[in-house]
């Protein structure tokens, strides 16, 4: 998508131009309106509700993903950025392993920065819950060369019988950088 021309002082500004640049830069989101249960799969696939379509360009993002684990075990949630189209991605994330009701306890995982090239369209982190919920957040950039989408996929880490749980209100927000 190339950016809107925006007219020389003096001409007329139509309407759809005026629409054009708002859709540039007004954010893109998903966010659950419900939860999803996972159990004996380790095998990542697509959330229901977290999937962004984009033009081509460069974004920036976060992922916010409240998990539970019926089996409150660590490293029960295992999840991945995938995309279709060519891109470049970078992503570092973080897990805050606390309870939601009570945070007056709580430990952050932090991952390091992790590019990923154009071949391989996935980036994969991992956080454990092992109180009753966990707060897991990714922050990328994805420079898209064509248009696609961008999905959360995710799973259990080590599957098991129990439910995790990736629950309503966990969301995907990108905004377009300028190009």
């Given at each position: 998508m190339?950016w809107?021309?925006?007219?020389?002082?003096g001409a007329?500004?139509?309407?759809?131009?005026?629409?054009?640049?708002?859709?540039?830069?007004?954010?893109?989101s998903?966010?659950k309106?419900?939860?999803t249960a996972?159990?004996?799969t380790?095998?990542?696939t697509?959330?229901?509700?977290?999937t962004?379509t984009?033009?081509a360009?460069t974004w920036e993002?976060t992922a916010?993903?409240?998990?539970s684990?019926?089996?409150?075990?660590?490293?029960?949630?295992s999840?991945?950025l995938a995309?279709t189209?060519t891109?470049?991605v970078?992503?570092?994330?973080?897990?805050?392993?606390?309870?939601?009701t009570d945070?007056t306890?709580?430990?952050?995982?932090?991952?390091?920065a992790?590019?990923?090239?154009?071949t391989?369209p996935?980036?994969?982190?991992?956080?454990?819950?092992?109180?009753?919920k966990c707060?897991?957040?990714?922050y990328?950039?994805?420079a898209?060369?064509?248009?696609?989408s961008v999905?959360?996929?995710?799973a259990?880490e080590a599957s098991?019988g129990n439910?995790?749980?990736?629950?309503?209100?966990?969301?995907i927000?990108v905004?377009?950088?300028e190009?």
């Amino acid at each position: 998508m190339a950016w809107t021309t925006v007219p020389a002082a003096g001409a007329k500004l139509r309407g759809g131009i005026l629409s054009d640049l708002f859709t540039e830069v007004r954010p893109k989101s998903a966010r659950k309106a419900s939860d999803t249960a996972r159990n004996t799969t380790a095998t990542r696939t697509a959330d229901p509700d977290l999937t962004l379509t984009l033009p081509a360009g460069t974004w920036e993002g976060t992922a916010v993903m409240i998990v539970s684990s019926a089996a409150n075990a660590a490293g029960d949630f295992s999840w991945e950025l995938a995309w279709t189209g060519t891109a470049t991605v970078t992503m570092s994330g973080w897990a805050l392993d606390g309870s939601i009701t009570d945070l007056t306890s709580a430990t952050i995982n932090a991952g390091a920065a992790t590019t990923v090239d154009t071949t391989s369209p996935t980036g994969n982190q991992n956080a454990g819950c092992t109180l009753y919920k966990c707060v897991a957040v990714t922050y990328f950039t994805i420079a898209l060369t064509t248009a696609g989408s961008v999905t959360l996929n995710w799973a259990q880490e080590a599957s098991n019988g129990n439910n995790t749980t990736l629950h309503a209100g966990s969301s995907i927000r990108v905004q377009r950088l300028e190009s």
